[in-house]
C-alpha cells in the first residue's frame, strides 16, 4: 500500500465536505473517485495535496505519516496533482511550463535548450508527445493535458491525482490519454483519478470508490461493477431514461445569416455561418473545440461583433446591439466557460442567481428581497445545488453546483431563445439527467434552443438537428433521428459525410 487517508474529515463553518473518509493506493494502480457533486471528491485531493488542512484524520505514505501545510510538501512526498483547470502560463512554452519551479540553469540564466532536452526525454520516456518549442496557447488541450502530467512527472511524482482530465478533451483525446494513463500505470505510476464519466472509469480504474455526502458509500473492484450500479451507488437511485416528444418545430427564432469573422491570433475564424433555430427545437452544434464554436456562440449573443453577416431574433437584426438588449429581447445564455463569463465568484448564490437579469426583480429601483430570495431557493431545490445557504459565495460552490446555479438561473428566464453551451459540463450522473429532462421541457413549451456540446452522446440524445463545424464553417446538417456518432466524428475531422 502506498497511500493511506484515514478518517479524514473537513468542516468549512456549517457544511462538512469529508466525514471520516478512509481511502488507499496501491503502487501503479489506478483508483477512481467518484460522487454527486458537492460529495466531497475535490475538497479530499486537496486535503492530499497540502491545499487544505484537514479537522481530523491522518495521510500516511509508504507507511510514514505526512503532515502537508502546502502543495510543496506533497511533492516532496513524490504526490502530484493536475486539477481541473488548467494550472499552465499560456504565454511560456510547453518545456518552460514543464520545467517551472526546477529550470535548469547556465552559467547565465535560464538554460532553454536543456529544458527542451528534459521535456522531450520525459515525453519519449512515457509516451506523451509535446512539441517543447511550441506556446501552451497554441496548443490543443489535449496536448495541454499532456503538459500538466509531464509537468508532474517532471516533479518527480509516483502518485498522480487527476481531477476530471477529460472533460474538456475531444473523444480522440480522451482515448490518446486514458491509454497514456493505462501506460503510466504499467510502468509503476499510481492514479487517483475523479471523473464524472464513468463509462471511462469503467475502461481504465482498478478500485473505484463512492463518495457521499462526505461519506464513503463503497470501495469496489472495477471488474465487479458495472456503469448502472455506480450510477445507483451515487445518487442513491435508479435513473430513468427519458421519453424525447416528437418535434413540433413553429415559427423561426434565431436566424444567423452569413456570420464572418476575420480570425485573429485569439479567434479563430468563422465563415460565412447560416444557420436557423424554430420554436420547439433544439439544434444541436458538434465540432472539435477550437473550430469556431465559441466565436458563434459570441457573435450570437452579442459579446462579439461579426465582421459581416447578421443575427435576427425574432425576426428582428440585433446588429450592433448590446448584450443586455439582446438579452431582453428574449435570449438566455449558458455560457461554455463558467468561470469566466457565467458567475462573479466572490458574489453569492443569491446575488449570482439574479446576475443579469436583476431588472426584473425591482419595484421603483428596490430589489424585491423575499421573491428573490423564494425564487434561487427554489431552484436549489429543484436542481439540488449543494450550497451552504444561498448567501454562500459562489466561489465555495464545487465545480458541478456552480453549474447547476447557472443552467437554473438561464432556464428560469423562459426566454424565446436559450444557448446551451456545454450544459453539463462536470455535473454528476443525476444532475445530468435533470438538466437534460429542464431542456426538454423548454423545447416541449416550444421554447427555441441552440446546443453546443464536446459530449456527442449529449448531442445525440438532445437535438433534433445536429450542425457540424469544422475551421469556422458549418460543413454539414444531419437529422438527429439518423446520425450517428461515427458520421459526426468525420464530419468534425474535415471529412465528407458518409451514409
Ligand atoms: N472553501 C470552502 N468553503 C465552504 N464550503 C466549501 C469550500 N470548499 C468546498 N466547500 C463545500 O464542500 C462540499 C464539497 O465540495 P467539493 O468541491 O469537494 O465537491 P466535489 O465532489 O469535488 O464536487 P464536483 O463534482 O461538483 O466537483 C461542497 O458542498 C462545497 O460547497
Redesign the pocket.
Request: aromatic share 2%; hydrophobic share 25%.
Given at each position: 500500500m502506498l497511500l493511506q487517508l484515514d478518517k479524514i474529515t473537513?468542516s468549512?463553518?456549517a457544511?462538512?465536505?469529508?466525514r471520516e473518509v478512509d481511502f488507499s493506493l496501491r503502487a501503479g494502480e489506478i483508483h477512481a473517485l467518484v460522487?454527486?457533486?458537492?460529495?466531497?471528491?475535490?475538497?479530499?485531493?486537496?486535503i492530499l495535496y497540502g491545499m487544505?488542512t484537514p479537522t481530523s484524520g491522518s495521510i500516511t505514505v509508504q507507511g510514514e505519516e505526512k503532515f502537508f501545510s502546502s502543495p510543496t510538501d506533497a511533492i516532496r512526498s513524490k504526490i502530484g496533482m493536475v486539477h481541473?483547470h488548467f494550472m499552465l502560463f499560456p504565454s511560456f512554452t510547453v518545456a518552460e511550463n514543464i520545467v517551472i519551479g526546477r529550470e535548469p540553469s547556465k552559467a547565465v540564466g535560464f538554460d532553454r535548450k536543456e529544458a527542451a532536452a528534459q521535456t522531450e526525454a520525459l515525453a519519449r520516456q512515457y509516451g506523451m508527445p509535446v512539441d517543447p518549442w511550441q506556446k501552451v496557447e497554441n496548443c490543443s488541450l489535449g496536448m495541454q493535458q499532456r503538459v500538466e502530467i509531464l509537468k508532474v512527472l517532471h516533479q518527480g511524482a509516483e502518485i498522480i491525482i487527476l481531477?476530471?482530465p477529460t472533460a474538456v478533451l475531444t473523444p480522440l483525446e480522451v482515448k490518446e490519454l486514458l491509454v497514456a494513463i493505462k501506460a503510466l500505470s504499467a510502468k509503476g505510476k499510481s492514479f487517483i483519478l475523479?471523473s464524472?464519466k464513468l463509462q471511462e472509469i469503467m475502461e481504465v480504474a482498478d478500485r473505484i470508490t463512492v463518495?457521499r455526502d462526505?461519506r464513503v458509500t463503497g470501495t469496489v473492484n472495477a471488474e465487479d461493477t458495472n456503469v448502472e450500479e455506480l450510477s445507483r451507488l451515487m445518487v442513491g437511485r435508479d435513473l430513468v431514461d427519458m421519453i424525447r416528444e416528437t418535434p413540433k418545430p413553429g415559427k423561426t427564432v434565431l436566424e444567423v445569416k452569413g456570420l464572418t469573422i476575420r480570425g485573429n491570433q485569439l479567434n479563430p475564424a468563422l465563415n460565412d455561418v447560416n444557420l436557423h433555430v424554430r420554436e420547439g427545437e433544439i439544434v444541436g452544434i458538434a465540432g472539435i473545440s477550437g473550430n469556431g464554436q465559441s466565436e458563434l456562440l459570441q457573435a450570437v449573443s452579442g459579446l462579439l461583433k461579426p465582421d459581416e453577416g447578421d443575427v435576427l431574433l425574432l425576426g428582428e437584426s440585433m446588429k450592433g446591439q448590446s448584450v443586455r438588449t439582446i438579452r431582453e429581447r428574449g435570449m438566455a445564455h449558458i455560457p461554455e466557460d463558467r468561470y469566466q463569463w457565467g458567475v462573479a465568484k466572490g458574489a453569492s448564490v443569491l446575488e449570482n442567481g439574479l446576475m443579469g437579469h436583476y431588472r426584473k426583480y425591482q419595484r421603483n429601483g428596490i430589489l424585491r428581497g423575499s421573491a428573490i430570495r423564494k425564487l434561487v431557493s427554489g431552484w436549489v431545490q429543484l436542481f439540488g445545488i449543494?450550497?451552504?445557504s444561498i448567501y454562500?459565495?459562489a466561489?465555495?460552490?464545487?465545480?458541478?453546483?456552480?453549474?447547476k446555479l447557472i443552467v437554473a438561473r438561464e432556464l428560469a428566464q423562459k426566454t424565446p431563445f436559450l444557448i446551451a453551451a456545454e450544459p453539463t459540463r462536470?455535473?454528476?450522473v443525476g444532475a445530468m439527467e435533470i438538466i437534460h429532462g429542464e431542456l426538454l421541457k423548454k423545447r416541449a413549451e416550444q421554447g427555441a434552443i441552440l446546443l453546443v456540446s464536446s459530449e456527442l452522446t449529449e448531442i445525440l440524445k438532445l437535438s433534433d438537428r445536429i450542425l457540424v463545424m469544422n475551421e469556422g464553417r458549418i460543413v454539414g446538417e444531419l437529422p438527429a433521428e439518423s446520425a450517428t456518432e461515427q458520421q459526426i466524428s468525420l464530419l468534425m475531422a474535415g471529412g465528407k459525410a458518409v451514409g
Open positions: 473537513k468549512y463553518g457544511v462538512t465536505a469529508n460522487g454527486e457533486n458537492g460529495a466531497g471528491k475535490t475538497t479530499l485531493m486537496r487544505e481541473q481531477d476530471e475523479i464524472h463518495l462526505g449543494k450550497t451552504g454562500t459565495k466561489q465555495n460552490l464545487s465545480g458541478g453546483n456552480l453549474q462536470g455535473v454528476d
